[in-house]
């Protein structure tokens, strides 16, 4: 499977502004759905919860509906890296952030939010809004 390596966390102020990306090992040989997971705190592994995803190939993107509007995915191809830009942060946003990867065809209302259909899987990133 692809390592994926998250970065760019860190503290912001409700209101604020954070990006995260997650850099892919390799080019993938196809197209990919590429999805950020969000553990809240109080949570356990398995009650990670799906925030966006991108289809690495169509550029199509998913949003769970607390966030749309305010975070944007996107997929930079010659880097082999997604990002996450996150404006209007609030306070229930906190959590670590982990990206994950799956075959193109996941990246398909709802199966997107399946933590079980991706295989590979970041080692997590943490936001913090206070």
């Known amino acids: 499977h692809v390592q994926l390596v998250e970065s760019g966390g860190g503290s912001v102020q409700a209101g604020g502004s954070l990006k995260i990306s997650c850099v892919a090992s390799e080019a993938s040989s196809g197209p990919a759905c590429m999805t950020w997971f969000r553990r809240s705190p109080g949570t356990t592994h398995d009650e990670r919860e799906a925030?966006?995803?991108?289809?690495?190939?169509?550029?199509?993107?998913y949003y769970t509906d607390s966030v749309k509007g305010r975070f944007t995915i996107l997929y930079e191809g010659p880097k082999n890296t997604m990002v996450l830009e996150m404006n209007n942060l609030q306070i229930q946003d906190t959590g670590e952030y982990y990206c994950a990867s799956a075959g193109p065809l996941v990246c398909a209302a709802p199966y997107w939010s399946l933590k079980l259909r991706y295989l590979s899987w970041g080692q997590g990133t943490q936001v913090t809004v206070s």
């Open positions: 925030v966006a995803a991108v289809h690495t190939g169509s550029g199509d993107t």
